[in-house]
């Protein structure tokens, strides 16, 4: 018997959606990135994105356990002299939702090329609506 490996013309992406709502964060992260590197296919093979596209709706509605809402900062640095800038979680999840899981996620994939390539198959968004109803997404609870 020969070992399976993937590759692009024999890889199949389905799109999946997923409800963050009442989600804790770094768990909600680690499914999603499951889903994006296809780990949870049969046919997963490491050096080929063989995952699915992910739309993850409710990202204003996510959860963060202990004190991290107000300790937790994210840094932005402008390139000039005391240009440094942070902001808590909570005030990121007020301006920019999606930033809080896109970043949580991107720390989950692998620091390389197809990672990537992987996260460009992710969507996020605010609220329940979303523009991706024509690919028939299939819910998947996490």
């Known amino acids: 018997m020969k070992t399976f490996l993937a590759n692009k013309e024999t890889t199949k992406r389905d799109w999946v959606i997923v409800d963050a709502k009442d989600q804790v964060l770094g768990r909600l992260a680690v499914k999603i990135a499951n889903l994006l ?71 989950m994939l692998p620091k390389n090329r197809l990672a990537r390539k992987m996260l460009t198959k992710l969507r996020v968004f605010a609220g329940e609506e979303h523009p991706h109803e024509a690919q028939q997404p299939k819910a998947v609870s996490v």
């Open 37 to 107: 590197r296809g780990r949870d296919k049969p046919t997963y093979t490491p050096h080929v994105d063989t995952g699915n596209f992910v739309v993850v709706i409710n990202a204003d509605k996510i959860v963060l356990t202990g004190k991290k809402n107000e300790q937790k900062k994210y840094m932005f640095y402008s390139g000039y002299v005391g240009g440094e800038k942070y902001l808590s979680v909570s005030q990121m999840q007020e301006r920019r939702p999606d930033f809080v899981v896109k970043h949580a996620v991107k720390g």
